[in-house]
């Protein structure tokens, strides 16, 4: 739908809408409030329960896996204790607190924007879905948070901790701080958080009128014109909510400047300790306000430059780019227009003709659906058994064959085809490749994109032969399970060097393959991928052994126990997925 052209027929545009968007907003007003009490309570009722009921097995593993930890000195280890008995004892009195609020905020914005969004382009039936769209779902999506937070506080979290208690450091040698720069330090953060705190508050104050009336102003010209935001139809709903809520969103924009004041002014701290000294520190301190206003400037495109003084808070010559005559400039694409001449680009663009851009869950559905095609092929070969499956949904110290390999199997295939390929991205099974250009903009996204990129290159780099990717696949899939060890296949070509380049590569996929099953999303679908995998083991041995009715029976009952299980009862150990766990586990008290 191509947008209105001249000023009357715009605003005759805006004046047709203006009711249709006032009755949709009535609307899921009505819905929120119909719904906010249930959402709440669900939210509030699962997330103080987890929080409460695991709150003293965190303690006790925190402090257990602190004291256990070979990274860290003695002096480290004090402290370290100190800070987790504030944060745990902080994170008691914020999460009920927090479970609460977050319930009121999901139950009642959750169906305001499934109502506008059930009357975007290609919809069917928009009036039905006004209706029905955010009623139920807000209700799953609660539960659904419930789970992610159980799997964060459960899985993720022991996973995590004995990730600090296993491993080693680099160079032999615990960390340890110096003693006697901490007093200097503790006076540098004392002074930080302070000072900081009243000055980036006055800033906050002085320039928030200016970004309310800049915001509101840039909205208005665009709602006129029907440009940026309001350039598409479907977007025009929460383009226009977004002028009605913008004085939140600059309330919002204070209050984190003002918490930001708390990480830069204790930064204060590290200066002082890196550089051991206190005067640096404080000159740091004066210099982050300095800091905050050029930043705010540039951000509300103000005069750039600040008042305030900025001075040397670095000895190292490598960093004088921090001191006096330092500043904050524009991003660069902002200062080569000006020196080439060139516009600006414009702010028309419709984001139809732009590159679509991966969405990071849509990525990591994608990662499940090919764990689960290619599982189920695993498990005709006979690669993937019921004792993997078993193990992964029992807790129990397993091979790590499922939880670990078999997603680090499925994206050392897609990084063998890309390299064949010669891409400079990542080619996906169904073609589509990820670039630079349409990558998820999202630095979490970056922490695993990046590594994987430079392991491609490596892969290229090295050339391998059929045989010697066949067996790189298997020793990433089975490299957990020292039992099964002896079943990858043999290539007379590999010498001792190239095994050792192929096993690292398989301990790095490996442990890109552990961050990922760290998050709470990726937890929930991998239940459902283990879930799919038993149905299929038991199609198949169900059907290999079809004479044999006491196998069958056993499997059933086998299948039946393990759905059985609550994991909630059961310690996700990182030793399923780490072999030097394995080695200590028999030292571990049960």
Request: proline share 6%.
């Amino acid at each position: 739908m191509e947008p209105p052209s001249g000023f009357w027929a715009s605003l005759l545009s805006f004046l047709k809408f203006l009711p249709y968007f006032c009755g949709l907003l009535i609307l899921g007003f009505i819905k929120g409030v119909l719904l906010c009490p249930w959402a709440c309570l669900i939210m509030a009722i699962g997330l103080s329960t987890l929080i409460l009921g695991l709150w003293p097995m965190h303690l006790i593993w925190t402090y257990y896996c602190i004291i256990r930890t070979k990274l860290v000195g003695p002096v480290v280890k004090f402290l370290l204790l100190i800070a987790a008995t504030a944060i745990l004892i902080i994170w008691l009195i914020i999460g009920i607190p927090g479970s609460v609020f977050a319930g009121l905020v999901y139950g009642f914005l959750a169906p305001i924007m499934a109502t506008f969004g059930a009357v975007g382009e290609g919809k069917e039936k928009p009036f039905v879905h006004c209706f029905v769209d955010g009623t139920w779902s807000t209700i799953t999506g609660s539960c659904t948070v419930v789970r992610d937070v159980k799997d964060l506080l459960f899985h993720s979290y022991f996973s995590i901790m004995d990730d600090l208690r296993l491993q080693k450091p680099p160079d032999g040698k615990p960390y340890e701080i110096r003693v006697l720069d901490i007093p200097g330090a503790l006076i540098a953060a004392a002074c930080g958080l302070l000072l900081d705190g009243i000055m980036f508050t006055l800033i906050s104050l002085y320039k928030c009128p200016v970004m309310l009336f800049k915001g509101w102003k840039r909205l208005i010209q665009d709602m006129i014109g029907r440009e940026g935001p309001f350039l598409e139809t479907a977007c025009v709903p929460f383009a226009g909510l977004a002028i009605l809520l913008w004085p939140f969103a600059v309330v919002g924009a204070v209050l984190a400047s003002i918490l930001s004041s708390i990480p830069l002014g204790a930064y204060g701290a590290v200066v002082a300790y890196q550089e051991s000294s206190l005067i640096m520190g404080l000159a740091y301190v004066a210099s982050s306000v300095s800091i905050f206003d050029e930043y705010t400037n540039d951000v509300l495109d103000m005069a750039p430059g600040s008042c305030f003084p900025r001075y040397k808070y670095r000895k190292s010559k490598d960093d004088s780019s921090h001191g006096q005559s330092a500043t904050i400039s524009r991003p660069s694409s902002f200062n080569k227009d000006k020196q080439e001449g060139k516009r600006p680009p414009s702010r028309v663009t419709s984001f139809k003709n732009s590159i679509d851009e991966f969405n990071p869950f849509k990525l990591l559905d994608h990662l499940f659906t090919e764990c689960r095609r290619q599982g189920e092929e695993l498990v005709n070969k006979g690669l993937i058994i019921m004792k993997d499956i078993e193990e992964t949904k029992s807790g129990k110290v397993g091979s790590g064959v499922l939880n670990v390999g078999l997603p680090a199997y499925v994206i050392l295939n897609a990084l063998l085809r890309s390299a064949e390929a010669n891409s400079d991205g990542l080619v996906l099974s169904d073609g589509s490749e990820i670039t630079s250009d349409n990558r998820p903009r999202h630095t979490l996204f970056d922490w695993f994109f990046d590594p994987l990129m430079v392991i491609k290159e490596q892969i290229k780099a090295e050339n391998f032969t059929e045989e010697e990717e066949e067996y790189l696949k298997m020793q990433v899939l089975l490299a957990g399970d020292p039992n099964r060890k002896g079943t990858l296949p043999h290539v007379p070509s590999l010498n001792e060097r190239k095994k050792a380049e192929i096993e690292a590569f398989a301990r790095r996929l490996q442990g890109i393959t552990k961050s990922i099953s760290r998050y709470p999303t990726a937890k929930r679908r991998f239940d459902v991928l283990v879930k799919a995998l038993m149905s299929e083991l038991e199609r198949t041995m169900g059907g290999s052994q079809s004479t044999n009715g006491s196998q069958a029976q056993r499997l059933r009952k086998s299948v039946a126990r393990m759905l059985s299980q609550k994991s909630m009862g059961k310690t996700a150990n990182i030793r399923d997925e780490d072999p030097e766990a394995q080695m200590t586990s028999s030292s571990r008290t049960p």
